[in-house]
């Protein structure tokens, strides 16, 4: 780079992301667990919206999402002019960090947080601000012990990714009750359907003037190849929001597919029934196995093993069968193996690897 340019501030502290590994080399069976997808793959329904607006691809799509707002507010009850569609829950995350952080500013996120937080801050110019968390929980009085008077905005993954674990509401209000009134706490819910009897904290995104919850078509409805998520909060935050909201951020694709996906309640309850099941059923396979795993309120289970070192073997071991998981050292937990739940043939796959490995050792 020439010495007279110059990034702004942050950019070079970017470490890159690592996505989830997709291949395993001289395999055509791979079976890939490595990052929380729906193992039904896209709902036939959205795969039909996709394929009827191919011919419609000449048009420019529209800029205010109002069909795709509208499906949001008709199946979880939100208001529309209150919700603000990006590309993935990610760009929606850009959104408020670039909207309300800049040098100086602080964010705080906790100890096994998304690691998107951090790339996010520092695109912004802001300083993330990492919180421990007690027994792979996150910890409301370790944040709130982190609050200073740069805070700007608290980053909240709920339920977690990737501990799988899940705060309750209670917990959720006695944070937004213990923060100063001028700091922004996100609600990141891309997990939330798979947690039955939670609301993601959508109640407190309604009622107060400084929550957002967002969501995402990339999990449950099976849409991560897309990119495709939403914000939902006090519409004075979602107007600032939309200002730098590039006009035509979502293609008419995008659009049809997740409005199609979203009105689809039939699929989304077959989604989360199956992985209601699996997950039990691979946990208490894991635990059999004496593999240490907490409840999961996701698409995912945590796997503990002894140490790094046997971590590192079963991933091998997992390889060696054609399974692709996620190693979760940069988040935190070198013991740890992300699995995400499959069907009940993928999770078989991966007793039946566990069993063997165990076997073996
Ligand atoms: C997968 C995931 C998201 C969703 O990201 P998209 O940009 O919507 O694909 C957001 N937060 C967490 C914690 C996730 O694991």
Redesign the pocket.
Known sequence: MGSMITPQPGIMEIALYQGGKSEIAGRSDVLKLSS?ENPLGPPPSAIAAITAAATETHRYPSTDHAGLRAAISDVYGLEADRVICGV????VLQFICQAFTGPGDEIIHTEHG?S?YPILAHMAGATPVQVAEVDRQVSVDNILAAVTERTRVVML?NPG?PTGTIIPESEIERLADGLPKGVILVL?C??IEYAAGHDGGEALARSRENVIMTR?F??LYGL?GL?I?FGYGPKALIDVMTRIRQPYNLSVVQLVAAEAAALDLEWAKTSVEMNASERARLTCGLRQQGIACDDSHTNFVLARFADEGEAAAMETAFQAAGILVRKVGGYGFPEGLRITVGRPEDNDRVLDAVAKFKDAS
């Open positions: 929380n993935g829950s990610d760009e998304f998107m993954t990714n990141d891309a997990y995402t990339s999990k991560g990119r998520g």
